[in-house]
């Protein structure tokens, strides 16, 4: 797994506020970690393992495998570019009572590193054993070629993609990981843990079945996203992307860029245009509509959306809000035009 450079634009102004904040709330943050717990002890038979996530997809998953044993917080609410969240204070506060951080790891977030730094708390930097990239174990995809490592497609997706969650059995790998270091930490409840696990990762795989068979009337249909947030999801469904709205991940669109996408559009018979949480509806309805496709919001973390409770209720309603765009944009007749002709 490639070690993640050091990538914190305009970090600077931002974390001298926080150590401000922070200095002023010190005195009753230590009054509470000392009250409770004990920080880094390996006794704790009657505390929760405090777990904080950067995501609720994170959170959730932390809560389902952890089960009674953990209590679970994420920084994040759901609908959030997870580029661009401003770390907030009470981000620090939150994070200071951690006994293990859950976080995307690679270049996914990249306003964590600094808000660890202005944390200073030990036990969950980097390296640290209560700090834990979700990416390790993942394999990724559109990893850059060696040396081919910059800045020229964007500013983000710099070690491969790091939306790897949007396919359910990468959450099976990130749960098998929270799972082994939860056992690690509290030996004592290792069957549960164990179990709790096994239920899961079954049922991941019956929603799976349901939901490739759910949409298998679309398989191979091409799609175009808003934000190269899909990719793992469409593998998994067997959908193909021909195209995205920005031009390079974080690069909004320019008039140009959206004529030719708009061209693409009925070249391939695209029907469906996935716009993500965080970007702008009204941009892609626009570019779907006047080129005979529709657009649909889908959440890429759970609380993104309307129904997307949990790790599972979220790719079920993703999918259903698929299927309903498919059938409100038509079937796809680009595979079948391509293979007649
Ligand atoms: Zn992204």
Known sequence: MSMPHTHRPAASALAIVLCFVLSALMPA?????????GANSATHSNAKIKIVTTTPTFADIAAKIGGDHV??????????????????????????KADFFI??????????PQLLK??????????????????????????????????ANGDVHVY?????????????????HIRDVLIRYDPDHKSDYEANYEHFETGIHEMLDRLEAKLAPYR?????VY????????????????????????????????????KLIREK???????????????????????????????ANVHGIKGADDYFSLFETDVNRLVEAFERGGTNDAAASSNGG
Do not use: C
Not at 71 to 96: A, Q, Y
Not at 120 to 142: C, F, H, M, W, Y
Not at 220 to 224: D, H, I, L, N, T
């Open 29 to 37: 943050a230590f009054a509470r970690a000392h009250a409770g717990t």
């Open 71 to 96: 209590d679970t917080l994420s920084l994040m609410k759901g609908k959030e570019n997870v580029h661009h969240v401003p770390p907030k204070p009470s981000f620090v506060m939150k994070l200071r």
């Open 103 to 112: 976080h995307a790891g690679l270049d996914g977030e990249p306003w964590v």
């Open 118 to 151: 202005t944390t200073r708390k030990p036990n969950i930097q980097v390296g640290a054993p209560g700090n834990i990239d979700a990416s390790i174990g993942i394999t990724l995809k559109e990893v850059p070629q060696r040396g081919t490592l910059s800045r």
């Open 160 to 176: 491969g993609n790091p939306h790897y969650m949007t396919d359910p059995l990468n959450g099976v790998i990130v749960a098998r």
């Open 220 to 224: 191979g249909a091409p799609v175009v």
């Open 227 to 262: 934000h190269r947030a899909w990719p793992y999801f469409l593998d998994r469904f067997h959908l193909v992307e021909v195209g995205e709205i920005e031009p390079k991940p974080d690069i909004p669109p320019g008039p140009q860029h959206l004529i030719e996408l708009g």
């Open 269 to 299: 018979h695209v029907r469906v245009v996935i716009v993500d949480t965080f970007n702008p509806l009204k941009v892609a309805d626009r570019v779907a509509k006047e080129n005979g496709a529709v657009a649909v919001v889908l959440a």
